[in-house]
Structure formats: structure tokens, C-alpha cells
């Protein structure tokens, strides 16, 4: 991985946990996901005319992924009702680098040097680390049904990593993959939301519309971010890299809504600095 391609991960990481924290500071996890998704919709068909069309090859992947990226939604949601955010989320983020790595290997034959894996193992336990960690900590039993749900976000997560690590590459245009895959996917969550709160979604959704715009904004450019590296780096790194969203989520915790970073979550933010520096001496 090169300087350039970490420094276009690691701002995706920022603008990922972005869009995160204004998601959750919505309690209303129905209506965050459709002011997301929406607004990705909107600006994805605005951009899309000007943008190259993706290439005919790509076009499978691009529903595969549309599917898996509805299921991500859809069990994100659920792990958050069921769960802490504090907890679910490093679970569903945590795991998907290990299964990347995984799947990268066995459909798309990219396997990593003993750098690239030893960086994508250091980060990735100081991810799964701070989650078990959060568990531990709660004072209370696991709750399965949550942490099967945060489980399934994690696969879908790798999964859908991985068709559009292939997908982008065929495409021929990363800017134009990211806009055709934010409309295939963009209105499932909002149709979802209109079959359940039928003529009180508007109402409900109106005076959020302005941060929904901003949370979408941030969502495609930091999904963007991440296809354009996967065309110039290993899906696995990338992956493991991107995930560092995490740890600058719980400083943004921190910083804007006064919780507790704490030693584990500096132990963790530790790893991902020395997986890092693993991952750019492989590259």
C-alpha cells in the first residue's frame, strides 16, 4: 500500500465515523438509515450523468453488492435496537477484515505477503480486542439475538467488500461504480420506511432533511474513497485499514458527546498504528 492509498483510507475512516456519529446521534435508527440512504440516492442520480458508465462487466457485481449492502443495513438496525452502539459496532466492523482477508484468498486469489498479513492480524485484534472488550465490560450476560445480528452485519460487510473489490476493478470507473451502487441500493431502506410509517415518514423526516444530506454526503465519499483504493491495493489491507473508522469514531465519542475513550480503546488505537506501519512496509 502506498502513502497515497493509506492517506485516501484514513479519510475514509474519518468520514465514515462522520456520517456514524450523525447517524447516531438519532435515536430513531429507522429514520437515520433513510435519510442515509436516501440522501446517497439523491446525490448519486444528480452526479451520475456526468460520470463514465460503468463497464458491462461490472454489472452483476454491482446488484450482488446492491443485495448484500440492503442486508448490511437492515441488520446494522437491528444490532443497534438490540445493542450498545458501543459495543455492536466494533463486532460488525471488527470481523469483516479477518473474513475479507479469507475470501480474497480463496475467489479472488490475492494473498498477502507476511507484511500486509501481519498488519492485517495486528489491527484486527486490536478491533476484535476493543469489542470483546466492550462485552466484558457491560457488567451483563451477552445478548445473543444482538450479537448474531452484529455477527451477520460483519459478514455482510465482507462480503460485500469483496464482490465490489472485483466489481470497481471491472468497471472501469471507480466515481461512476459508487453512483450506480448508491441508486441500486438507495431506496430499499426508504420504501421499508414508507410501508411502516406511511403518511407520518415525511412529517418525521423534514426537519432532519438538512443532516441527512450531510451524513449521505460523507457516506459516498467515504465508500468512494475505499472502491478507488481497492483499484490500486490488496482488498484485505484496505479492508483492515478502513476499519480504523472505529477508533476515530470513539474519539469523535469523546470529543462531541463526552464519553470515556479509556485505556482499551487506546490499547486498540495503539495496534492499529503499528498494523499500519506493517501494512506500508509490505507496500
Known sequence: ??????????????????????????????????????????????????????????????????????????????????????????????????????????????????????????????????????????????????????????????????????GVRASGSSLGYVAWLMIAQGLAVPAYALFLRRGELVSQLRPLALRGLGGAALSVLAYGLVLWAQTRAALAPVAALRESSIIVGAALGALLFKERFGAPRIAAAGLMVVGIGLMLHAG
Open 1 to 166: 500500500m502506498t502513502p497515497l492509498v493509506v492517506g485516501a483510507v484514513l479519510l475514509a475512516a474519518f468520514t465514515h465515523a462522520g456520517w456514524n456519529a450523525l447517524a447516531h446521534a438519532l435515536k430513531d435508527q429507522l429514520l437515520s438509515f433513510t435519510l442515509i440512504s436516501g440522501g446517497g440516492l439523491l446525490i448519486s442520480a444528480v452526479a451520475a450523468p456526468f460520470l463514465p458508465f460503468p463497464d458491462a462487466a461490472a454489472w452483476p457485481y454491482l446488484g450482488v453488492s446492491a443485495l448484500l449492502h440492503i442486508a448490511y443495513m437492515l441488520l446494522l438496525m437491528r444490532s443497534f435496537t438490540l445493542g450498545d452502539f458501543g459495543q455492536m459496532y466494533p463486532i460488525a466492523r471488527g470481523t469483516a477484515p479477518l473474513v475479507v482477508t479469507l475470501l480474497a484468498a480463496v475467489f479472488v486469489g490475492e494473498r498477502p505477503g507476511a507484511w500486509a498479513t501481519a498488519g492485517v492480524a495486528v489491527a484486527s485484534a486490536g478491533l476484535v480486542g476493543l469489542a470483546l472488550w466492550g462485552i466484558r465490560g457491560s457488567g451483563r450476560r451477552p445478548d445473543w439475538p444482538a450479537l448474531v445480528a452484529a455477527l451477520g452485519t460483519g459478514l455482510a460487510i465482507a462480503g460485500y467488500t469483496t464482490v465490489d473489490g472485483v
